[in-house]
Protein backbone atom coordinates (compact mmCIF):
# COMPACT_ATOMS: atom_id res chain seq x y z
CA UNK A 1 0.00 0.00 0.00
CA UNK A 2 1.49 3.31 -1.42
CA UNK A 3 0.78 6.54 0.99
CA UNK A 4 0.94 9.96 -0.38
CA UNK A 5 1.82 13.45 0.68
CA UNK A 6 -1.07 15.57 0.16
CA UNK A 7 -0.35 18.39 -2.29
CA UNK A 8 1.21 21.25 -1.31
CA UNK A 9 -1.06 24.37 -0.87
CA UNK A 10 -0.38 26.32 -4.68
CA UNK A 11 -0.57 29.79 -2.21
CA UNK A 12 2.55 28.51 -0.13
CA UNK A 13 4.56 27.27 -2.72
CA UNK A 14 4.56 30.00 -5.05
CA UNK A 15 5.46 32.43 -2.20
CA UNK A 16 7.92 30.28 -1.16
CA UNK A 17 9.41 30.09 -4.80
CA UNK A 18 8.81 33.62 -4.85
CA UNK A 19 11.77 34.25 -2.06
CA UNK A 20 13.93 32.00 -3.22
CA UNK A 21 13.89 33.88 -6.15
CA UNK A 22 14.06 36.81 -4.88
CA UNK A 23 17.12 36.22 -2.68
CA UNK A 24 19.08 34.39 -5.65
CA UNK A 25 18.01 37.72 -8.08
CA UNK A 26 19.33 39.97 -4.94
CA UNK A 27 22.65 37.85 -4.64
CA UNK A 28 23.46 37.39 -8.03
CA UNK A 29 23.34 40.85 -8.90
CA UNK A 30 25.17 42.07 -5.64
CA UNK A 31 27.90 39.56 -6.83
CA UNK A 32 27.74 40.98 -10.86
CA UNK A 33 27.27 44.51 -9.77
CA UNK A 34 30.54 43.98 -6.97
CA UNK A 35 32.43 42.16 -10.19
CA UNK A 36 32.10 45.19 -12.44
CA UNK A 37 33.09 47.52 -9.70
CA UNK A 38 35.76 45.80 -9.50
CA UNK A 39 36.58 44.86 -13.37
CA UNK A 40 36.42 48.71 -13.68
CA UNK A 41 38.86 49.49 -10.94
CA UNK A 42 41.18 47.22 -12.89
CA UNK A 43 40.88 48.06 -15.76
CA UNK A 44 41.52 51.83 -14.79
CA UNK A 45 44.66 50.57 -12.76
CA UNK A 46 45.98 49.19 -15.78
CA UNK A 47 45.50 51.88 -18.02
CA UNK A 48 46.80 54.31 -15.17
CA UNK A 49 50.00 51.98 -14.63
CA UNK A 50 50.65 52.51 -18.67
CA UNK A 51 49.54 56.24 -18.87
CA UNK A 52 51.37 57.51 -16.29
CA UNK A 53 54.04 54.97 -14.86
CA UNK A 54 56.17 57.56 -13.47
CA UNK A 55 53.48 58.41 -10.50
CA UNK A 56 52.05 54.66 -10.47
CA UNK A 57 55.38 52.69 -10.58
CA UNK A 58 53.63 49.44 -9.63
CA UNK A 59 50.63 48.09 -10.87
CA UNK A 60 49.39 47.72 -6.90
CA UNK A 61 49.68 51.36 -6.26
CA UNK A 62 47.97 51.81 -9.62
CA UNK A 63 44.94 49.41 -8.21
CA UNK A 64 45.17 51.05 -5.00
CA UNK A 65 44.65 54.61 -6.22
CA UNK A 66 41.89 52.93 -8.75
CA UNK A 67 39.60 51.28 -5.74
CA UNK A 68 40.26 54.85 -3.89
CA UNK A 69 38.94 56.73 -7.08
CA UNK A 70 36.05 54.68 -8.34
CA UNK A 71 34.97 54.03 -4.90
CA UNK A 72 34.83 57.88 -4.19
CA UNK A 73 36.69 57.72 -1.42
CA UNK A 74 39.65 59.25 -2.30
CA UNK A 75 42.48 59.21 0.32
CA UNK A 76 44.96 61.60 -2.00
CA UNK A 77 48.47 59.66 -0.81
CA UNK A 78 48.35 58.52 -4.74
CA UNK A 79 47.51 61.33 -7.31
CA UNK A 80 48.54 61.28 -10.91
CA UNK A 81 50.48 64.60 -11.90
CA UNK A 82 50.33 63.81 -15.78
CA UNK A 83 47.54 64.99 -18.42
CA UNK A 84 46.80 61.57 -19.60
CA UNK A 85 47.05 60.14 -15.91
CA UNK A 86 44.34 63.02 -14.79
CA UNK A 87 42.26 62.06 -17.57
CA UNK A 88 42.11 58.42 -16.41
CA UNK A 89 41.14 59.47 -13.00
CA UNK A 90 38.35 62.04 -14.52
CA UNK A 91 37.24 58.78 -16.11
CA UNK A 92 37.05 56.54 -13.06
CA UNK A 93 35.49 59.36 -10.84
CA UNK A 94 32.76 59.48 -13.46
CA UNK A 95 32.12 55.96 -13.29
CA UNK A 96 32.77 55.61 -10.18
CA UNK A 97 30.06 58.29 -9.53
CA UNK A 98 27.58 56.85 -12.27
CA UNK A 99 27.96 53.14 -10.41
CA UNK A 100 26.52 54.80 -6.51
CA UNK A 101 24.00 56.17 -8.38
CA UNK A 102 23.10 53.44 -10.29
CA UNK A 103 23.19 51.68 -7.02
CA UNK A 104 21.01 54.17 -4.76
CA UNK A 105 18.54 53.58 -7.58
CA UNK A 106 18.46 50.41 -7.51
CA UNK A 107 17.74 50.14 -4.33
CA UNK A 108 15.66 53.14 -4.14
CA UNK A 109 13.12 51.47 -6.92
CA UNK A 110 13.41 47.93 -5.40
CA UNK A 111 11.80 49.79 -1.85
CA UNK A 112 9.15 51.36 -3.57
CA UNK A 113 8.01 48.76 -5.57
CA UNK A 114 8.07 46.26 -2.35
CA UNK A 115 6.40 49.15 -1.04
CA UNK A 116 3.78 49.26 -3.61
CA UNK A 117 3.01 45.79 -3.80
CA UNK A 118 2.68 45.18 0.01
CA UNK A 119 -0.01 48.57 -0.18
CA UNK A 120 -2.05 46.41 -3.18
CA UNK A 121 -1.60 42.86 -1.01
CA UNK A 122 -3.13 44.81 2.26
CA UNK A 123 -6.39 45.89 -0.14
CA UNK A 124 -6.68 42.51 -1.00
CA UNK A 125 -6.69 41.46 2.66
CA UNK A 126 -10.16 40.68 4.29
CA UNK A 127 -9.52 41.98 7.82
CA UNK A 128 -7.66 45.15 5.81
CA UNK A 129 -11.14 45.70 3.58
CA UNK A 130 -12.96 45.76 6.91
CA UNK A 131 -11.01 47.59 8.98
CA UNK A 132 -11.52 50.45 6.05
CA UNK A 133 -15.17 49.88 6.23
CA UNK A 134 -14.85 50.15 9.90
CA UNK A 135 -12.92 53.52 9.15
CA UNK A 136 -15.51 54.53 6.83
CA UNK A 137 -18.26 53.82 9.66
CA UNK A 138 -16.86 55.87 12.17
CA UNK A 139 -16.08 58.84 9.85
CA UNK A 140 -20.18 59.12 8.73
CA UNK A 141 -21.23 58.41 12.66
CA UNK A 142 -18.88 61.46 13.50
CA UNK A 143 -20.58 63.71 10.83
CA UNK A 144 -23.91 62.71 12.04
CA UNK A 145 -23.12 63.51 15.39
CA UNK A 146 -21.79 66.57 14.51
CA UNK A 147 -25.03 67.42 12.56
CA UNK A 148 -27.04 66.77 15.63
CA UNK A 149 -24.47 68.50 17.79
CA UNK A 150 -25.05 71.64 16.04
CA UNK A 151 -29.23 71.32 15.78
CA UNK A 152 -28.97 70.99 19.53
CA UNK A 153 -26.88 74.27 19.77
Known sequence: METRNPAPDPERLSLIDREVRRIANARSV?????ITFFGLAVAGAIVMRIADHHDFPTLGLALWWALQTI?????????????????????????????????IAGVTSTVIQRGQSQKVASTDD????????????????????????SKLS
Do not use: C, K, N, W
Request: hydrophobic share 45%; glycine share 12%.
Open 30 to 34: TFGLA
Open 71 to 103: TTVGYGDVVPTTRLGQVVGGVEMVLGISFVAFL
Open 126 to 149: PIAHGLAELHETLRQLEQRLASIE
